[in-house]
């Protein structure tokens, strides 16, 4: 029943390893986004595909490549992680890009 | 810079007391969108108010849109333990560049 699933929940990794975070929706949507909310709780966007297709793509270093299989999937492949890339990563969908999003509970990422 | 901000950063009530937070906002908006979120859990939808919109309610939530003022507020009325939560603000921008741009929330702490 779940509308936005993200795994993993939890994710601890040594700085320099390759992870990626999965993130389905069952909502039927068009739009799909990857957020980071920092250690002070701000949402900052990263990404933003539009049936599978990259809409926004806001600063972010380019270890960073999100993947869009199909319309219901958005995955965030990161590369060679970074001490500052602690933080929790956000999945979301809506149905047009300035409508109501519906979030996934988010994939805590911790690098050792 | 941030699009919304809101105020206060913190808020610590009294259960059945009124709760009211500010979001504040720079450029031309279509809507303004209010999100909860709980602790360790993903946002989630409350209430969405157009640009041409001055208020707005939905049970015990009361949001007001001041164009001009380019503010909006989010009233809790009654407030229970379980409001318990981060409440952030979005704009849903307007132009091409459509995405929602949220702020760093308003934590409320309701006593019981």
């Known amino acids: 029943d779940t509308a936005v699933s993200q795994t993993p929940k939890y994710l601890v990794t040594q700085m320099g390893n390759d992870k990626s975070i999965k993130c389905e929706q069952n909502l039927g949507h068009d739009t799909m986004y990857w957020y980071k909310q920092d250690s002070k709780k701000f949402l900052k966007i990263m990404f933003s595909y539009n049936n599978k297709e990259l809409i926004i793509n806001e600063t972010v270093p380019n270890r960073f490549s999100p993947k869009s299989p199909d319309k219901a999937h958005l995955n965030l492949h990161i590369n060679s992680l970074e001490l500052g890339d602690s933080a929790v990563y956000f999945c979301?969908?809506?149905?047009?890009?300035?409508?109501?999003?519906?979030f996934g509970d988010g994939t805590r990422l911790s690098i050792l | 810079s941030q699009q919304g901000e809101e105020d206060p950063q913190a808020l610590s009530i009294q259960e059945g007391e009124n709760a009211t937070m500010n979001c504040s906002y720079k450029?031309?908006?279509?809507?303004l969108q209010w999100y909860r979120q709980n602790s360790g859990r993903g946002l989630v939808h409350l209430i969405l108010i157009r640009s041409n919109e001055r208020e707005k309610h939905s049970g015990r939530l009361r949001v007001t849109l001041d164009t001009s003022k380019k503010s909006s507020s989010l009233l809790i009325t009654a407030s229970r333990a379980a409001d318990t939560a981060s409440y952030f603000c979005?704009?849903?921008?307007?132009?091409?560049?459509?995405?929602?741009?949220f702020g760093s929330g308003t934590q409320l702490t309701v006593l019981p």
């Open positions: 979301a969908s809506s149905q047009v890009m300035d409508q109501p999003q519906h």
């Open positions: 979005a704009t849903g921008l307007s132009g091409s560049a459509r995405q929602l741009t």
């Open positions: 450029t031309s908006i279509n809507n």
